[in-house]
């Protein structure tokens, strides 16, 4: 980890600006009633239904990531009702097809998670019996540890500050999770390479991305970079109630892992960069 990313604050954050990340909810503004709106009907619209528990950490994580997100740059989304619709339910649209995968109560790994979307909510949501949030960046990380920790009564969820090429290289990591999400990390290409060393054979990665000729042509760009790191051939799920619940375009692309991914993958940044087909 880059060194100025070790600290869980910013560097030069006052004691003011300290004293106002809270880890406790009831340290933080009441919800703005909208986001329950937006998100009561999303959810009837998918016909997901949420326990107690589930709804009670979802809404936990969005009040802490309002009050954090004044002071550290977690989410571009500021208002309730843009983070309802915009993290929240866009990551819930994807637990019918994640559950449709096949594993019983999966455990669930969530690359890039930043300010933890989609990882915590489909955790909670699907739910999964062990989960894991993973950000490099110091300050992320020190959110995702708040978040994780509200929601402890529901899931153990573990923060890993760390990055995925690291995570792949230890033997407790590598190819011991189910499902592997990734939202917004990168091409098909990169979140194969960075996600299916992490899968278990029979699992699955699962990226969230935006319809369109430029999301045909990065799968087609990664067929060789998929097969090459163990997976089947990337496919492309469709989300019909995208554009009901205001998130036109978005859809999942879905990859099998088949077979063991060989040594020496994934590779690192650089060598990604230099050759982006093995």
Same mark, same amino acid.
């Given at each position: 980890?880059?060194?100025?990313?070790?600290?869980?604050?910013?560097?030069?954050?006052?004691?003011?600006?300290?004293?106002?990340?809270?880890?406790?909810?009831?340290?933080?503004?009441a919800?703005?009633?909208?986001?329950?709106?937006?998100?009561? *009907?999303? !959810?009837?619209? @998918?016909?997901?239904?949420?326990?107690?528990?589930?709804r009670?950490?979802i809404?936990?994580?969005?009040?802490l990531?309002?009050?954090?997100?004044e002071?550290?740059?977690?989410?571009?989304?500021r208002?309730a009702?843009?983070?309802?619709?915009g993290?929240?339910?866009?990551?819930l649209?994807a637990?019918p097809?994640?559950?449709? &995968?096949?594993?019983? *109560?999966?455990?669930?790994?969530?690359?890039?998670?930043?300010?933890?979307?989609?990882?915590?909510?489909?955790a909670?949501a699907?739910?999964?019996?062990?989960?894991?949030?993973?950000?490099s960046?110091?300050?992320?990380?020190?959110? &995702?540890?708040?978040?994780?920790?509200?929601?402890?009564?529901?899931?153990?969820?573990?923060?890993?500050?760390?990055?995925?090429?690291?995570?792949?290289?230890?033997?407790?990591?590598?190819e011991?999770?189910?499902?592997?999400?990734?939202r917004a990390?990168?091409?098909?290409?990169?979140?194969?390479? &960075?996600? !299916?060393?992490?899968?278990?054979?029979g699992?699955?990665?699962?990226?969230?991305? !935006?319809?369109?000729?430029?999301?045909?042509a990065?799968?087609?760009?990664?067929?060789r970079?998929?097969?090459?790191?163990?997976?089947?051939?990337?496919?492309?799920?469709?989300?019909? !109630?995208?554009?009901?619940?205001? @998130?036109?375009?978005?859809?999942?692309?879905?990859?099998?892992?088949? *077979?063991?991914?060989?040594?020496?993958?994934?590779?690192a940044?650089?060598?990604?960069? *230099?050759?982006? @087909?093995?």
């Amino acid at each position: 980890m880059d060194a100025r990313d070790r600290s869980s604050l910013p560097r030069h954050a006052s004691p003011q600006s300290r004293a106002a990340l809270p880890r406790d909810v009831a340290a933080t503004p009441a919800m703005d009633p909208i986001f329950d709106e937006v998100l009561e *009907r999303g !959810l009837n619209d @998918l016909a997901l239904k949420l326990d107690a528990g589930a709804r009670a950490a979802i809404d936990t994580h969005v009040r802490l990531l309002m009050a954090w997100n004044e002071h550290v740059n977690l989410s571009g989304l500021r208002t309730a009702e843009q983070i309802a619709r915009g993290h929240v339910l866009d990551s819930l649209i994807a637990v019918p097809a994640m559950r449709a &995968l096949g594993a019983e *109560r999966p455990t669930l790994l969530d690359l890039g998670s930043g300010g933890g979307f989609p990882g915590l909510p489909v955790a909670v949501a699907l739910p999964a019996r062990r989960a894991a949030l993973v950000d490099s960046i110091g300050k992320k990380a020190a959110f &995702l540890e708040a978040a994780a920790a509200a929601a402890k009564d529901v899931i153990a969820i573990e923060v890993l500050a760390e990055r995925a090429e690291d995570l792949a290289e230890k033997p407790d990591q590598r190819e011991g999770w189910d499902i592997v999400t990734a939202r917004a990390v990168g091409s098909v290409a990169e979140v194969a390479e &960075l996600g !299916l060393p992490l899968v278990r054979v029979g699992g699955h990665v699962v990226a969230w991305k !935006l319809a369109g000729p430029g999301l045909n042509a990065e799968i087609a760009a990664a067929v060789r970079i998929v097969r090459a790191v163990g997976g089947e051939r990337a496919g492309l799920v469709e989300l019909p !109630l995208a554009d009901k619940l205001g @998130l036109p375009g978005h859809c999942l692309v879905v990859i099998e892992k088949i *077979r063991p991914t060989p040594d020496g993958y994934p590779r690192a940044p650089g060598e990604r960069r *230099r050759r982006p @087909l093995p």
